[in-house]
């Protein structure tokens, strides 16, 4: 569990790295969103016949990376259309 929290860290802060721009993400979003790349990175390896979610492979970690960055552009989105229409809202 210790090496899923580790690698889940890990995948997200490649995440950010190869995600242009800058992000505004704590550390404990980063963790969560690389963990939720690893499970998908994990299920898909899985499906793919190279591994199970819990193993550490090479597919598995190139598709939990590729999963996460997706995951930091949808959180990035999501925050930046609340902080949008937050503004919106004071202006009235």
Known sequence: MLGFIVAGLV?????????????????AMTLLLGLAGSVIGGVVAGLLGTGSV??????GFVVAVIA????????????HRRAISGRASTRF
């Open 68 to 79: 996460s960055v997706a995951l930091v552009g949808v959180f990035e989105g999501f925050s």
């Open 11 to 27: 995948i997200g802060a490649l995440a950010r790295l190869i995600k242009p721009g800058k992000q505004d993400l704590s550390i």
């Open 54 to 59: 819990w193993e550490l492979n090479f597919l």
